[in-house]
C-alpha cells in the first residue's frame, strides 16, 4: 500500500506543482518553464490515455458484445482529425470551466486525443491474441478477477502500453502546436507551453526563437528518450512470452532502472488494488455506466450532427463547401504518394536491421522517430513556398506524420519470424526468391497490414497541420481537406466546419471498411 | 565403411551478458556410413546444440566437424533436421510444409505434391494436406516436421526428440518407417543421428549410442548395439543394454 499511497501523493504534487507554474508563468516566461510546463501536460495527457487505453481496451477484448460497441467508437474518434475536437473542447471544457483551468483542460484533453487510440487498440490486440494456455492456468489454479488482472492481464499487456506510449508520446509532440494553440471561433488562446511558444515565434517570422523553441524540443526528446523510454523498453522486454523463439533474453538493463523498474511495477499494481477497492463499490452499477458513457457518446454524436444540419438551413451553403470532393481526391492523392514513398524505404531498412541484427539501427530510428516532425514545420514553410515546391513540402510532412507507423509495425513483423523457422529455412535450402515468398513476405504481411492501418489514420491527421503553414509572411495553403477544415475553424464557421468533420470521418471509414478490413480478414484467415 | 562425420574437440560457449555458458568441452566422435546413432543426456546439455552444430546452423566456438571429408561451414546440402519445436511455417499447409525443401530444389508443383503426400501418407496424416499448422495436435506438427526432413531425401537424417509427442502406437509405426527406409539401401536416409531421452527407443532403433554428461558435456560411454534385426525388446540382451544405458545416466 505504501508505494502505492506514495505514487498517488506525489501525482497528486505534480499537480499542484503544475497548477501553480501555470498560473505564474506567462507568454514571455524563459522558454524552460514554458518547456517544463508542456512536459507536465504531456505526462499527464499519457496518464489519462493509459488508464483509457487500459480500461476501453480490456473492455473491448473481455466481451464480443462490447466489443461490437468500442471498436467502432474508437475507430471514429480515431479518425477524427485533432481540430475536429475543438468544437467539443469548447462544449465540454472552455464554457463549464472559464478562465485558466478550462483553457488547460482543453489542451490536455487535445493532447490525450492524439494519444488515446492507439493505447486502447494496442491493448486490445494483445489481450486478444495472448497465449489461451495463460487463461487456462490462471482458471485451473483458480485465481480471481483482481489476480487475473495484476497477474495475467498487466504483465501481458505491459510490453504493448510501454511501446504505444513512446509512439503516443511522439505523435503527440507532432500535434503539440495545434494542441497548445486553441483557437475558437475568433478567440485565439495560446496555453503557456513551448508548443505555443514556437508557433508563435513561427507567426511572427521570429527566427530566434523558432530555433530556440526548436532546440528546447529536441534536447528534450532525446533526453527522455534516453534515460525513460530506452530503459522501459528493455525492461518491457523481459515480459515478452514467446515460446517458440529459441533466443534468450539478455539481461540488459543495469542495476538502477532494475530497481527503478521494479519499484514501479510494484507501486502501479498498488495503485491498482486500491483502484479496485473503489471498483468494487460501483461494481453493481458498472453496466449502467457503461451504457450511460455510450449513449451520452452517441446521443452527443447525433446532436453534433443535427446541429451542424441547423445550422446550414439557417445560414445557408458556405462557398467553400463545393470544393469539399476536389480537397478529398487532392488530399488522398497525397497520402497515397506519402505512402508508397515511406514502404519504399521501409520494407529495404527493416529487412536489413532485421537480417544484420543492426540493433544499432534499430535505437536510432526509435530516437529519430520521437522527433516532433511538426516542429520543423515553420522552416519547411519556409523552404518549400510557392508552387509544385509547397506539394512537394506537404508530403514530406504527411510522410512524417505516418511512416514511423509503418516502420515500427514492418520491424516488429521481421523480428517475430521465430527463431526455428530462419533455422528450418536454411536447412531445407530456401534460395533467396522462396526465402521471401515462403517466410518473409508471410510473416510480414500482418503487421504491415496493421501499420498501414495506423499509419493511414495517421495520414489523415497529419493533413490539417501539412496543408497550410506559414512563416512570418511566407506561407502555403494548399486545397485539401485539412485546410478546409483549419480553415473553417478559424473563421469560426460551425456549419461547414461540422459538414466537413462528417464528411472526412466518413471517409475514413469508408477505406476502413472497404480496404482495410478486407484485407485484415484475410489476414486472420491466413494465420 | 569410411568416416561419415567427425566432430573433434569440440567448444560451444554461449556468452549472455551477465555469464558464459560452456556446452562441450573437447567433445569429439566420429560416425560411420550407415551408421544410425542416438544421442541420450540430460535435458539442458546441450544435444540439440550440437545438431543444430552439425547441420551448420550455428559456429562452434572451437573445434571442426567435418562432414563427407568437407569442414561444415553452412548449411550442407546432405543433412536434413526434424526440429525438437517443429518448427512449421504456419502460414503453409501441411503439403507446402512438407514440400518446402523440394520447392528449394527447383521441383515443380505437381512432382512435388506428388512426393510429398508419398511422405504424409508414411507418417499417417493422409487427409490432412491442406490443413495449416494452428489446427494440428503437437504429435501431429512432429510427423509433419518428420516427413518434411525425409521428402528431401537426406545423407544424414538428424532429428532431436522426433517421436517424443506422440502417443505409443503411432510413435511405434513411424519408428519402423523410418527403419525401413534407413536400412533400405535404395533409399535415402543412409544414416541417421537421433536425439532422443527415451533409452528403449534408442536400443531397439540404434547401431550406436552415445551418453552425453551434463553440461558442459562430454561423451561418458559410446555403446554399439549388436543385436539382430527386428529386435525383440523383451529378450534378455536388449534388457541388458537398456540397463546398461540407464547406469550411465544415473
Ligand atoms: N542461443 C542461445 N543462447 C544462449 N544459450 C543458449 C542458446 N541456445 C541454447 N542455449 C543454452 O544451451 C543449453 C543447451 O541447450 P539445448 O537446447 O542444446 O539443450 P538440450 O540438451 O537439447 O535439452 P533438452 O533435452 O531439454 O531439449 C541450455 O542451457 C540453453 O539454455
Ligand atoms: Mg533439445
Redesign the pocket.
Known amino acids: 500500500m505504501i508505494k502505492g499511497l506514495s505514487l498517488i501523493i506525489f501525482l497528486a504534487v505534480l499537480i499542484t506543482g503544475f497548477y501553480y507554474l501555470d498560473i505564474t508563468s506567462s507568454q514571455n516566461s524563459s522558454p524552460f518553464l514554458l518547456l517544463l510546463l508542456t512536459l507536465f501536460r504531456m505526462f499527464f495527457a499519457l496518464l489519462l490515455s493509459l488508464a483509457f487505453g487500459l480500461f476501453f481496451g480490456y473492455l473491448a477484448a473481455r466481451s464480443s458484445r462490447a466489443e461490437r460497441l468500442v471498436i467502432p467508437v474508437l475507430d471514429i474518434l480515431q479518425s477524427v482529425p485533432i481540430v475536429g475536437f475543438f468544437p467539443l473542447v469548447f462544449v465540454l471544457f472552455l464554457t463549464t470551466f472559464p478562465g485558466l483551468i478550462g483553457i488547460e483542460l482543453s489542451c490536455i484533453f487535445l493532447i490525450f486525443t492524439s494519444m488515446a487510440w492507439n493505447l486502447a487498440f494496442g491493448v486490445f490486440e494483445s489481450w486478444k491474441t495472448r497465449d489461451p494456455a495463460l487463461d487456462e492456468v490462471a482458471n485451473s489454479f483458480g485465481l480471481t478477477n483482481k489476480l487475473k488482472f495484476l497477474k495475467v492481464f498487466l504483465p501481458s499487456v505491459s510490453p504493448t502500453l510501454i511501446y504505444n506510449s513512446i509512439l503516443s508520446w511522439s505523435i503527440a509532440w507532432f500535434f503539440l502546436l495545434v494542441s497548445e494553440v486553441i483557437s475558437v471561433g475568433n478567440s485565439t488562446n495560446y496555453v503557456h507551453g513551448v508548443g505555443s511558444f514556437l508557433a508563435f515565434s513561427a507567426i511572427q517570422g521570429n527566427l530566434p526563437n523558432t530555433l530556440i523553441g526548436l532546440g528546447l524540443i529536441l534536447s528534450s526528446v532525446l533526453f527522455i528518450y534516453v534515460f525513460v523510454w530506452k530503459p522501459l523498453l528493455k525492461w518491457s522486454k523481459s515480459y515478452y512470452l514467446k515460446p517458440e523463439k529459441?533466443?534468450?533474453i539478455p539481461r540488459y538493463y543495469n542495476d538502477f532502472y532494475e530497481f527503478l523498474g521494479n519499484f514501479l511495477s510494484e507501486a502501479v499494481k498498488e495503485v491498482f488494488e486500491i483502484l479496485f477497492f473503489f471498483y468494487d463499490i460501483i461494481k453493481p452499477y458498472r453496466k449502467k455506466i457503461l451504457y450511460g458513457l455510450f449513449y451520452i457518446l452517441i446521443l452527443g454524436s447525433l446532436y453534433f450532427v443535427l446541429q451542424t444540419a441547423y445550422y446550414l438551413f439557417s445560414y445557408g451553403f458556405d462557398s467553400s463547401l463545393s470544393s469539399i470532393p476536389l480537397a478529398i481526391l487532392y488530399s488522398f492523392l497525397r497520402i497515397l504518394i506519402a505512402y508508397l514513398l515511406s514502404l519504399l524505404w521501409i520494407f529495404p531498412v527493416c529487412f536489413l536491421i532485421y537480417k544484420y541484427k543492426l540493433s544499432f539501427f534499430d535505437v536510432i530510428s526509435q530516437a529519430i522517430s520521437s522527433l516532433p516532425a511538426s516542429a520543423l514545420f515553420p522552416l519547411i514553410a519556409l523552404v518549400f513556398s510557392g508552387g509544385i515546391l509547397s506539394e512537394v513540402g506537404v508530403i514530406i510532412m504527411i510522410m512524417l506524420g505516418m511512416m514511423w507507423y509503418l516502420f515500427f509495425n514492418v520491424l516488429a513483423g521481421f523480428n517475430s519470424i521465430p527463431s526455428d523457422l530462419e533455422e528450418a529455412s536454411k536447412v531445407f535450402k530456401l534460395n533467396s526468391f522462396l526465402y521471401f515468398k515462403r517466410v518473409l513476405f508471410p510473416a510480414v504481411i500482418p503487421s504491415l497490414i496493421v501499420g498501414s492501418i495506423t499509419a493511414w489514420g495517421a495520414g489523415w491527421n497529419a493533413l490539417v497541420i501539412s496543408e497550410v503553414a506559414s512563416f512570418g509572411h511566407t506561407t502555403y495553403h494548399q486545397l485539401g481537406i485539412g485546410s478546409l477544415l483549419v480553415d473553417s475553424v478559424a473563421k469560426g464557421s460551425q456549419a461547414s466546419t461540422g459538414v466537413i468533420i462528417i464528411v472526412f470521418v466518413l471517409v475514413v471509414l469508408l477505406l476502413n471498411k472497404v480496404v482495410w478490413k478486407k484485407l485484415l480478414s484475410h489476414k486472420l484467415r491466413v494465420n | 565403411m569410411s568416416d561419415l562425420l567427425v566432430v573433434k574437440d569440440l567448444r560451444k560457449v554461449?556468452e549472455?551478458n551477465d555469464r558464459q555458458?560452456e556446452?562441450f568441452k573437447d567433445l569429439s566422435f566420429t560416425m560411420e556410413d550407415r551408421e544410425f546413432v542416438s544421442i541420450i543426456?540430460p535435458?539442458?546439455?546441450?544435444?540439440?546444440?550440437?545438431l543444430r552444430l552439425i547441420a551448420g546452423l550455428d559456429k562452434p566456438t572451437s573445434g571442426s566437424i567435418v562432414f563427407q571429408g568437407q569442414k561444415v561451414i553452412n548449411e550442407n546440402l546432405g543433412i536434413s533436421m526434424v526440429f525438437?519445436s517443429f518448427g512449421l511455417f504456419p502460414w503453409l499447409n501441411v503439403i507446402d510444409n512438407v514440400a518446402i525443401g523440394l520447392e528449394a530444389k527447383g521441383m515443380n508443383k505437381k512432382d512435388r505434391y506428388e512426393i510429398a503426400k508419398k511422405y504424409i501418407e508414411k507418417v499417417g496424416l493422409d487427409g490432412y494436406e491442406e490443413t495449416y499448422p494452428s489446427e494440428l495436435s503437437g504429435g501431429m506438427k512432429q510427423r509433419v516436421g518428420v516427413a518434411r526432413a525425409l521428402a528431401v531425401t537426406p545423407t544424414l537424417l538428424c532429428m532431436?526428440?522426433p517421436f517424443s509427442a506422440l502417443d505409443a502406437l503411432t510413435a511405434e509405426n513411424l519408428r519402423e518407417e523410418v527403419l525401413l527406409l534407413w536400412e533400405d539401401k535404395e533409399f535415402p536416409p543412409d544414416s541417421v543421428l537421433m536425439?532422443t531421452?527415451n533409452v528403449e527407443e534408442a536400443v531397439y532403433m540404434s547401431t550406436r549410442i552415445l551418453v552425453l554428461s551434463e553440461?558442459p558435456a562430454k561423451l561418458i560411454k559410446d555403446v554399439k548395439i549388436s543385436l539382430d534385426r527386428p529386435r525383440n525388446k523383451k529378450s534378455e540382451e536388449f534388457q541388458e543394454y537398456t540397463d546398461l544405458i540407464y547406469s550411465c545416466l544415473t
Do not use: A
Request: charged share 20%; glycine share 14%; aromatic share 10%.
Open positions: 529459441s533466443i534468450f | 554461449y549472455t555458458l556446452l543426456g535435458s539442458g546439455c546441450g544435444k540439440s546444440t550440437l525438437q532431436d526428440e536425439v531421452h553440461k
